[in-house]
């Protein structure tokens, strides 16, 4: 867990389910991991990162159900937007918006290494951590 300066409230990272190289029965442990953790009474949201260099994959899919299902808000942070042109990044935006079924103000487009979205992101978790 970090907590965050801002807070109070802590963000808990949990492990990726993505390109992770696990047995089937880690992935199972994950999943019930997940599925604990957002029936937590006191889970103000999901900040949920994904590469906006890729389609969905089908665990993409798993954990939008997921989440969907858990009725918590969700954020998602669209990651390395410095390693596809602008006009790539919009189209892609849009992309993972509509396949994922996630509102315009759900997204934040950033990038680590040229700080592209993360003041936006910061907005975003504190609001969504106010929510709470």
Known sequence: MYE?????????????YGYARA???????FA??????????????VVWLLDVRH???????????????SGVGVLAAVTKGDKVSRRL??????ALRASLALDADQVVL???RTGLGIPELREA????????
């Not at 389609?55 to 299902?69: F, G």
Request: without cysteine; glycine residues 6%.
């Open 23 to 29: 047995s089937k029965s880690e992935r199972a442990a």
């Open 89 to 94: 990044r919009v189209g892609r935006e849009r």
């Open 32 to 45: 019930h991991l997940v599925r604990h953790v957002l029936h937590r009474q006191r889970l103000a949201g």
């Open 125 to 132: 978790i504190a609001a969504l951590a106010a929510q709470a």
């Open 55 to 69: 389609e969905p994959a089908a665990n993409d899919r798993a954990m939008q159900d997921l989440l969907a299902a």
């Open 110 to 112: 950033t990038s680590a």
């Open 4 to 16: 965050v300066p801002r807070g109070p409230f802590y963000l808990l990272d949990l492990p990726g």
